[in-house]
């Protein structure tokens, strides 16, 4: 809610550039054309930056959804090819857009980056330029068919769904430790991230961006 105030008050001065990046899979990037739509509307230029063969489709959902004409789409390079990767890790989702991107974002650089939580090197591109970056994250867990055993509130307290307001004691207790204990299991994923981060001159994380909710506070918004 924070930095959608901040962005409210930015557009009330002056219009912002804004790029949008995510890794191939349609289904993390359609929550983001609304974003990107809305944004374009209020007078913001908005980049789109997602893989070759996933920036066709999305021109094409774009247009379906009779979008804002300046929204542009640009394409940074191909799908991971995961079956011949050593690592086959979450990691693995978008490290070839980050060289694509960080030349383009380079050479116009954007007042702030929105990256999908699963986008870690669209990530690691607003790091490395010092650009501010919010993250995006689809709550499919919030649909009334997921199946969980805490579904007791309007604000289903599923893993790294965050703190909802009406969430008992006991479901923000199960919360947190659901999101450690995927943290431990996902403890290769994290090796994996930091060797890609030290290639980049990035510093070391202790938790995967997108499942550390419970104890590093990042600005993040849910669609």
């Not at 070759?52 to 991971?80: C, F, N, W, Y």
């Not at 055993?149 to 604000?155: D, I, N």
């Not at 599923?158 to 919360?175: I, L, T």
Request: hydrophobic residues 40%.
């Amino acid at each position: 809610m924070r930095i959608l105030c901040f962005l409210f008050v930015l557009r009330m001065t002056y219009a912002l550039k804004v790029a949008i990046g995510s890794f191939h899979a349609m289904g993390h990037i359609q929550p983001l054309l609304p974003l990107a739509q809305g944004l374009a509307s209020e007078g913001h230029s908005v980049t789109i930056y997602v893989p070759g063969p996933a920036a066709r489709s999305t021109r094409s959902q774009l247009k379906r959804r009779d979008a804002h004409p300046q929204i542009k789409v640009m394409e940074t390079g191909e799908d991971p090819d995961r079956t011949n990767l050593v690592w086959r890790t979450h990691a693995s989702l978008s490290y070839k857009m980050y060289s694509p991107m960080m030349e383009m974002v380079s050479e116009d650089l954007p007042d702030v980056i929105v990256a999908d939580f699963l986008s870690w090197s669209v990530c690691d591109v607003a790091e490395r330029l010092d650009i501010p970056c919010v993250e995006i994250q689809p709550n499919l867990g919030f649909e009334s068919s997921h199946v969980s055993p805490f579904q007791l509130s309007r604000a289903l307290p599923v893993q790294y769904s965050g703190f909802g307001q009406d969430m008992s004691f006991w479901q923000r207790v199960s919360n947190r430790v659901q999101s450690l204990v995927f943290g431990i299991g996902k403890f290769s994923t994290l090796i994996h991230l930091n060797a890609l981060r030290w290639k980049r001159n990035l510093t070391t994380l202790y938790g995967l961006p997108g499942f550390d909710h419970s104890w590093v506070p990042r600005p993040t918004v849910r669609t």
